[in-house]
Antibody, heavy 125, light 108 residues
Framework: QVQLQESGPGLVKPSQTLSLTCTVS??????????WSWIRQPAGKGLEWIGH???????NYNPSLKSRVTISIDRSKKQFSLKLTSVTAADTAVFYC?????????????????WGQGTLVTVSS | SYVLTQPPSLSVAPGKTARITCGGN??????VHWYQQKPGQAPVLVIY???DRPSGIPERFSGSNSGNTATLTIGRVEAGDEADYFC???????????FGTGTKVTVL
C-alpha cells in the first residue's frame, strides 16, 4: 500500500517562501508509471493543482502559479518537495501531495490515485 | 483555462439515487475522474476514465460522460456517502489539471 506524508512548517510569514516535503513509502517514486503532484485546497473551497514532477526531474506547473513554484525530487530519500515564493494570505490552504497515474493514452488522461493526509499552511505575520 | 461546473449541493434520502453533474464545454472529449472527500480527510478516487472503479469502491458508484456533462451516480445511497465530490480533467488536453467546483452531498 502506497503512503504519502506531507511535512513542513504550518505557519509562514507574508512575502516568505513556503517549503513542504512529501515522503513516499515503497519504491514507486522510481517508477516510470507516475508523476508526483502537489495540490492545494483553501478552507471551504475547491482543489487546485499546483504542479508535478517525474522521477527524471522533469516538471510541469499550473500557469497561474508557475512564476512562484519549484518542485524538486530526491529519489534516494523517496521524497519530493514544493517551494512557493512570495506568499500572501491567499496562499493559505491545506496542501496535499498525490501520486498521479500516467495514462497510456497520454497526460490528458492522468488521475490521482493516492493522496497524503494534507498539511495546513497558514500565511500570517 | 477549462472550467468545470458542479451544483454546490445535493440532498438525497437513504436508499435513493444521487446524480452529481460536472459540466464543461464538450466534456465528452475528455477523460473525467471523480473524487470523494469527507470532512477533514484527503480526497479519495472513486471513478476514473469516466466510469472505471478503483478496487475497493462499491459498485453503487458509477460514471458516465456525454455531450457537455459528466455524471457521477451513487445508487442506494448510504449515510457514509455524505461528502464533497469533485470531478477532474486535464486542461485543454495538456498535462495541466483542473477540478470541478465541488458538490456537497447530504444524506437526509
Amino acid at each position: 500500500q502506497v503512503q504519502l506524508q506531507e511535512s513542513g512548517p504550518g505557519l509562514v510569514k507574508p512575502s516568505q517562501t513556503l517549503s513542504l516535503t512529501c515522503t513516499v513509502s515503497g519504491d514507486s517514486i522510481n517508477s516510470d508509471d507516475y508523476y508526483w503532484s502537489w495540490i492545494r485546497q483553501p478552507a471551504g473551497k475547491g482543489l487546485e493543482w499546483i504542479g508535478h514532477i517525474y522521477n527524471s526531474g522533469s516538471t510541469n506547473y499550473n500557469p497561474s502559479l508557475k512564476s512562484r513554484v519549484t518542485i524538486s525530487i530526491d529519489r534516494s530519500k523517496k521524497q519530493f518537495s514544493l517551494k512557493l515564493t512570495s506568499v500572501t494570505a491567499a496562499d493559505t490552504a491545506v496542501f496535499y501531495c498525490a501520486r498521479e497515474v500516467i495514462a497510456v493514452a497520454g497526460p490528458a488522461f492522468d488521475y490521482f490515485d493516492y493522496w497524503g493526509q494534507g498539511t495546513l499552511v497558514t500565511v500570517s505575520s | 483555462s477549462y472550467v468545470l461546473t458542479q451544483p454546490p449541493s445535493l440532498s438525497v434520502a437513504p436508499g435513493k439515487t444521487a446524480r452529481i453533474t460536472c459540466g464543461g464545454n464538450n466534456i465528452e472529449t475528455k477523460s473525467v475522474h471523480w473524487y470523494q472527500q469527507k470532512p477533514g480527510q484527503a480526497p479519495v478516487l472513486v471513478i476514473y476514465y469516466d466510469y472505471d472503479r478503483p478496487s475497493g469502491i462499491p459498485e453503487r458508484f458509477s460514471g458516465s460522460n456525454s455531450g457537455n456533462t459528466a455524471t457521477l451516480t451513487i445508487g442506494r445511497v448510504e449515510a457514509g456517502d455524505e461528502a464533497d465530490y469533485f470531478c477532474q480533467v486535464s486542461d485543454s488536453g495538456s498535462d495541466h489539471y483542473v477540478f470541478g467546483t465541488g458538490t456537497k452531498v447530504t444524506v437526509l
